[in-house]
T-cell receptor, first 112, second 117 residues
Framework: EDKVVQSPLSLVVHEGDTVTLNCSYE??????LLWYKQEKKAPTFLFML????IEKKSGRLSSILDKKELFSILNITATQTGDSAVYLC????????????FGKGTKLSVKP | GAVVSQHPSRVICKSGTSVKIECRSL??????MFWYRQFPKQSLMLMAT?????????EQGVEKDKFLINHASLTLSTLTVTSAHPEDSSFYIC?????????????FGPGTRLTVT
């Protein structure tokens, strides 16, 4: 059965800390892995990772995929209170539909 | 980035009635739209994949007669929850994918909170 597992499920840090969120996957016909940030409503797209070992960066956020070990990490440096959210990772599987299977998310709380 | 809207954002209905939720891609044509539901503190669960001009593909365990999906145009997909019951209360989110080979990024709508009383 396909699955995406995220850890930790929740995390509380203080502003300025660096955090690493983990995502492991077992997805048949895996294509890519996506990271999303979900605040109060719909998820917003962060990264799509298709190739192993290539880091993607956007400001203080970065992510990398290891297709051999079947996991990905999302790093956030110098965290801010605005980073507080649920971070979801999802594996893309299957044919041309590009269906996603989501993990349960990591709830990050950044304290001032 | 591409924008997806949903309407309504919040709806309360009585048990036994039907509710229609609209999902629109505002600045692109979406040949494929996806419908998810999310329970509190749970992740998004794919319900069905909606393809313009053809029948939706439902995930295992999702009742197609209860959750009617119509993708009548390249910018609109609708989800109708028929004969709603309290257990159908959930957050329903749609997403849309821009056509293009190798493009798997999905853009999410803001979601619809359904409460069935």
């Amino acid at each position: 059965e396909d699955k995406v597992v995220q850890s930790p499920l929740s995390l509380v840090v203080h502003e300025g800390d660096t955090v690493t969120l983990n995502c492991s996957y077992e997805v048949t016909n895996f294509r890519s892995l996506l990271w999303y940030k979900q605040e109060k409503k719909a998820p917003t797209f962060l990264f799509m990772l298709t190739s192993s070992g290539i880091e993607k960066k956007s400001g203080r956020l970065s992510s990398i995929l290891d297709k051999k070990e079947l996991f990905s990490i999302l790093n956030i440096t110098a965290t801010q209170t605005g980073d507080s959210a649920v971070y979801l990772c999802a594996g893309i599987y299957g044919g041309s539909q590009g269906n996603l299977i989501f993990g349960k998310g990591t709830k990050l709380s950044v304290k001032p | 980035g591409a924008v997806v809207s949903q309407h309504p954002s919040r709806v309360i209905c009585k048990s036994g009635t039907s509710v229609k939720i609209e999902c629109r891609s505002l600045d692109f044509q979406a040949t494929t739209m996806f419908w998810y539901r999310q329970f509190p503190k749970q992740s998004l669960m794919l319900m069905a994949t909606s393809n313009e001009g053809s029948k939706a593909t439902y995930e295992q365990g999702v009742e197609k007669d209860k959750f009617l999906i119509n993708h009548a145009s390249l910018t609109l997909s609708t989800l109708t929850v028929t004969s709603a019951h309290p257990e159908d209360s959930s957050f329903y989110i749609c997403s849309a994918r821009e056509p293009g080979q190798g493009t798997y990024e999905q853009y999410f709508g803001p979601g619809t909170r359904l409460t069935v009383t």
